[in-house]
């Protein structure tokens, strides 16, 4: 049986950008790490040329109302230099809305500790992992 492509999440933020990676099998999302905006473009190429990564999904800020506000219109030039960076993976957008407090909600059912959550890297890896976490759910859906 052939697995599909691995899928990469992300978090975008001007100083860090937190990445996620599915497993094989495309169930769950699990952190990666954290980067600067063009460290994460170097890593999210290399996951696609060694790693397989074949799709990336990256958080798109809506508003409350599900409108493009000012934060879309900077989440888009990274879009377009991840495009170039990696030229053979499929870029995708997911509504990120909630995103981060609903890490911050995870991170504190798992125990990590509050020292630990200030760590805002540790954040933005966890809102990575919600972000790709809906987009492989959403996969699933019949509804989807």
Do not use: N
């Not at 990666?32 to 074949?54: K, M, S, Y």
């Not at 508003?63 to 495009?83: C, N």
């Amino acid at each position: 049986m052939d697995l599909p492509p691995r899928v990469a999440g992300v978090d975008y933020g001007a100083r860090r950008v937190g990445v996620a990676l599915a497993d094989p099998l495309r169930l769950v999302a699990r952190p990666h790490g954290t980067f600067a905006p063009g460290a994460a473009l170097a890593e999210l190429a290399r996951l696609v040329d060694e790693d397989g990564v074949g799709v990336i999904v990256v958080g798109w800020p809506l508003t409350d109302d599900g409108a493009e506000g000012h934060a879309v219109d900077r989440v888009r030039p990274f879009l377009g230099r991840l495009k170039k960076a990696a030229p053979s993976a499929e870029v995708v957008v997911q509504d990120e809305r909630e995103s981060s407090r609903r890490a911050l909600r995870d991170l504190v059912e798992a125990g990590v500790s509050k020292k630990r959550r200030r760590h805002k890297g540790t954040l933005d890896a966890a809102a990575a992992c919600v972000i790709l976490q809906d987009w492989l759910d959403e996969q699933r859906s019949p509804f989807g």
